[in-house]
């Protein structure tokens, strides 16, 4: 393996980050997405998410149908905040209760 | 950003069962839980166990936007607050973990007369503390950052000396540091009923095992009513929902955290480059923990902070998300021990403002279970004071 592989290219998150927040006990996307601050770029894991998912499911030994991808945030792309300052204050899609 | 690699012992798996016997058992692995779990364990043998019923930093420890000021109307929190920062300043050196904090200051701006009259006074009472808090001009508050509207602003408070951080890695600062010295911390690992023995000991289920416990503390922040009702105590605390976002990154531009106090707009650029802010929705009062995301706050939060920097206009938000304050009556929070269920011990409503005053809380929630040091903050703070009327309000509640 290459010295560094960048996984998360957002965030210049590398297998072997990965490697070791699995190593401190962080094994689930959720934790590893906060340790190593991987999928918390611009494209909010949209590239990144599946390749780190299996690199953790690799680095516990699991398969990786067995974790859960992280709660993905709105919004969908990045918004000026010019655009969403006009917007309505309400919209038919708000969520009441995902966490 | 590759964290400090250094030999520590990991979190265990979670399907280990948590050890059957504890001296101290804490509920709750946010920042509360774990830096007590980190000084009881700094200070003693007690064997002491963490349950968390998710993931470390999945409540409002790892939600919140890493705001530390000194800036309060009272001057417990002034006073727990300085000590507060000291601690953080050392957390990098003392607990090998970068935590990314920048003191920049802090800059509440003020829209009206009256409120101003009452920042003047939490001013001179935090100059009393030997916080440097000035009143400013709008005109000196732009000095200070230039990007600010010529919205008609009647004068800002400023100190210097307050600073923001990057959340997650206290956890995992406290966590690593916790474990290093003995401290079992369990994920994934509900309490789901609590049973006295006959020698006043405590019975904590899980769905892997159960641990005795001879004291317990409840730190599981905006789930502690729930906590406390597994032992029959009702709480006062409530949850409210509170949301924020965070930009695309940007060249350092921004020194202080900005806040506008009539609005609750806050906002800060963190060492990632990243603003990040939120700003006051009014919730209806419920007992529900909503962590849902909305258009709404998109929506007030980029009007407001295109009116307080109309440049700002063309920055992208990539991430909204929500996270539960732990609000009381009279703002401040309940600790200390219930006094109808000895050994049952509190941690619980603060106010938002748990994660900033968690290193000093922690230290002295520490030193009180060890008898050796009791701080006042265990009078003021106690349950009971909502039967008479409560403590001395906190009106710096910001978000």
Known sequence: MPRKLILCRCEDVTAQDVKHAVGAGYRTVEEVKRYTGFGTGPCQGKECLATVARAIAAAVGVPVSTLQPFTARSPLAPIELKHLAVAPAQAPGDAPSDD | ?399
């Open chain 2, 1 to 399: 950003m590759p964290p400090a690699m250094t030999d520590r012992r990991g979190l265990p798996g979670t399907a280990a069962p948590p050890p059957p016997t504890a001296d101290v058992a804490i509920i709750g692995g946010g920042i509360m839980g774990l830096a007590i779990a980190y000084n009881l364990a700094a200070r003693s043998r007690l064997r002491v166990v963490v349950l968390e019923a998710s993931f470390l930093s999945s409540g409002a420890s790892g939600r919140n936007g890493g705001g530390l000021r000194q800036q309060w109307s009272t001057e417990m929190n002034i006073r727990l607050m300085q000590e507060s920062m000291e601690i953080c300043a050392g957390f990098a050196r003392d607990l090998q973990f970068n935590v990314w904090m920048r003191q920049g200051g802090y800059l509440f701006l003020m829209r009206t007369a009256a409120t101003r009259a009452q920042i003047e006074r939490h001013i001179a009472l935090q100059n009393r503390c030997d916080v440097p808090t000035r009143l400013i001009s709008t005109d000196e508050a732009r000095q200070i950052v230039p990007q600010l509207a010529t919205e008609p602003f009647v004068g800002a408070s400023y100190n210097p000396t307050d600073a923001v951080v990057f959340p997650w890695p206290f956890l995992w600062g406290y966590a690593a540091a916790a474990m290093k010295r003995g401290v079992a911390i369990h994920t994934q690992t509900p309490v789901t009923a609590i049973d006295r023995t006959g020698t006043g000991s405590f019975v904590l289920h899980t769905a892997r095992g159960t641990v005795t416990a001879g004291r317990v503390v409840n730190a599981a922040g905006a789930w502690s009513p729930r906590v406390a009702a597994l032992v029959d105590l009702a709480l006062p605390d409530w949850p409210a929902r509170h949301e924020i976002l965070s930009t695309e990154p940007l060249k350092p531009f921004l020194g202080p955290m900005v806040s506008v106090l009539e609005s609750g707009l806050y906002v800060s650029q963190s060492m990632r480059g990243e603003l990040v802010g939120g700003i006051t929705l009014h919730e209806p009062k419920t007992h529900e923990i909503q962590l849902g995301s909305r258009l709404a706050f998109l929506h007030a939060m980029a009007r407001g902070l295109t009116e307080l920097m109309p440049i700002l206009g063309e920055v992208k938000v990539v991430r909204q998300w929500a996270g539960p304050y732990d609000l009381t009556a009279d703002g401040n929070p309940i600790v200390g021990e219930a006094a109808e269920l000895p050994g049952f011990f509190l941690c619980c409503g603060f106010m938002g403002h748990g994660f900033m005053m968690a290193p000093v809380v922690a230290k002295y929630y520490a030193l009180h279970l060890l008898g050796k040091e009791t701080h006042p903050f265990f009078g003021t703070w106690r349950l009971d004071r909502f039967a008479s009327g409560g403590a001395e309000p906190e009106s710096m509640i910001i978000g």
